[in-house]
């Protein structure tokens, strides 16, 4: 069934938008509507680019290394082309094993990225990092203690909250991170709860505002935040099966899709996509891929204006239900995602499949230019690019450096341990127990 009751939808949001406190905005939000000037400059920004780079801007995949940056790929795994330069994605996303010893470490890490990208003439990625607190924390041993949401919920009003996740976005951003794939926008219940454990805040009410106060403390101080994972979870781990949501469409509405859409009203940069099936809708299609969810949904009904990505579309559970890497990444552009998630460090054969597909299908050419450009104004938004006025008054879209963007090394390691200490200062009095 691919129709619910949307007017429902409404009447709940009229309920409850009036009482949320979303009117101030945040520094780094979704990007709005770009101008016809703006969109100008991101077109002419990507013919710019070299084709295998532009379809490098829509994966988000993990990297080698801690130390120094080198790429594992070169564009001849698209090209076909012996001697091509080397090939490097969109976005990096670090795991534990990605972080070095100490914050000087991780700096030269970060940096070394941009570094390699400036020596090969390459637009830089974004970095990534899922530093929720609690269990999903990858930099525990780095950054000061950041408890679990639950635990934030059950110590912290949500101003409390968002005193927190300030101080830790200003670590996370000193360090080199663009984006940090949290909150879990996902309210508990019988069908999740013990799955989600204590990286839900709980019910719908504390779901909601703390997920608001996160979005608004990260995104206040530089770094992108991302909704996860739209539009629910079930019980089940999507790594070893797919989620099966078995909501009614009231219960669905109200319990799945309700938290989210109030969430979105403090714009956060971007939002994950789930593994999910629901019952309800679509059901033989997984949320990632669904067109139903992520256009007409997400898109549609509630007006989201971030950037979309997937889930890792290496999960054994999507291969297993006949959604292997190759087919998954196809659907999911179709649907209207954005960025694609590998858990895998070479994306250049899902490149190559989609640009196979791309040049004898008109549509689909379509929808994966819509999605490089999509990065690209995200990566103006987060200062990666910039929109600069030429001299006929035209603007052009220009790369900014590391220091542009950030601020010099010094600089940064100052910030990272003054808001570091600031932070243990934090938890050790309002988490001491």
Known sequence: MRSLRISALFVLLALVFPAAPLARPSALRAAPPSDAAEEAAVRDFLASLPEPQRIAQIFLVNIEGNTSYTAVESVSAISGRAGDGPLVPGGCLLFGYNIAPDAEGVVAFTDSIAAYCDSHRLLRPYIAVDQEGGLVNRLRAMTSTLPSAGRVAEKLPPSGAYDLYALQARQLRSLGFDMNLAPVAEAAGGQNAEFLGTRSYGGIAATVAYSIAAVRAYQDNGVSSVLKHFPGNTNTDPHTGLPEIALPQ????????????????????????????????????????????????????????????????????????????????????????????????????????????????????????????????????????????????????????????????????????????????????????
């Open 250 to 433: 009231e219960s669905l509405l109200a319990e799945q899709i309700f938290p989210f859409a109030c969430i979105l009203g403090a714009s956060p940069a971007a939002v994950l996509m789930s593994l999910a099936r629901t019952q309800a809708c679509d059901a033989a299609v997984p949320a990632c891929l669904s067109s139903f969810w992520v256009r007409d949904m997400l898109r549609g009904t509630l007006a989201c204006r971030a950037l979309v990505l997937s889930d890792d579309i290496f999960m054994g559970a999507l291969a297993d239900n006949g959604f292997p890497p190759e087919l998954a990444a196809v659907q999911a552009l179709m649907a209207g995602v954005d960025v694609i998630m590998l858990s895998e460090k070479k994306f250049a054969p899902v490149a190559r499949i989609l640009l196979e597909r791309a040049a004898h299908d008109e549509g689909f050419a379509a929808r994966l230019a819509e999605a490089e450009r999509s990065v690209i104004r995200y990566k103006i938004a987060c200062g990666i690019l910039a929109l600069k006025e030429q001299a006929d008054g035209s603007l052009a879209v220009v790369p900014q450096g590391i220091d542009a963007q950030f601020g010099g090394r010094e600089g940064r390691l100052k910030d990272f341990y003054e808001a570091k200490q600031a932070g243990t200062a934090f938890v050790r009095r309002y988490f001491a127990d």
